[in-house]
Nanobody, 132 residues
Framework: EVQLVESGGGLVQAGGSLRLSCKAAGVTFDDYAIGWFRQAPGKEREGVSCINLRYYNTVYGHSVIGRFTVSRDNAKNTVYLQMNSLGPEDTAVYFC?????????????????????????WGQGTPVTVSS
């Protein structure tokens, strides 16, 4: 059974940073791609970043390029999302999701809008609030 657990969310002032973690269990780490998504109240789920752990490609949503960085720690079966220069527009619940790497879910056209349709397994989410 695939299990994903996010952590690291919280309250931060505008301009600050947070690092989210997504720990995966029940998977062979390199067989999967991990996506990061966020959903603000009243808005649709948005793809933020994606990393294919087998093919080593990464994708970022347009609104976070240059501010967010995705990375991995194979020994800990964990993917991180480093978020810098946060603004109130980044306030949302952040989710990580997993799907098989061979399905290349990170390559979904218009990943920010439709990427969530590619992923089968989801974590419970961690809230991020950025105060102005």
């Amino acid at each position: 059974e695939v299990q994903l657990v996010e952590s690291g969310g919280g309250l931060v002032q505008a301009g600050g940073s947070l690092r989210l973690s997504c720990k995966a269990a029940g998977v062979t780490f390199d067989d999967y791609a991990i996506g990061w998504f966020r959903q603000a109240p009243g808005k649709e789920r948005e793809g933020v970043s994606c990393i294919n752990l087998r093919y080593y490609n990464t994708v970022y949503g347009h609104s976070v390029i240059g501010r967010f960085t995705v990375s991995r720690d194979n020994a800990k079966n964990t993917v991180y999302l480093q978020m810098n220069s946060l603004g109130p527009e980044d306030t949302a619940v952040y989710f990580c999701a997993a799907d098989l790497a061979v399905r290349t879910p990170c390559r979904r056209a218009d990943f920010p809008k439709y990427g969530h349709e590619e992923f089968e397994f989801w974590g419970q989410g961690t809230p991020v609030t950025v105060s102005s």
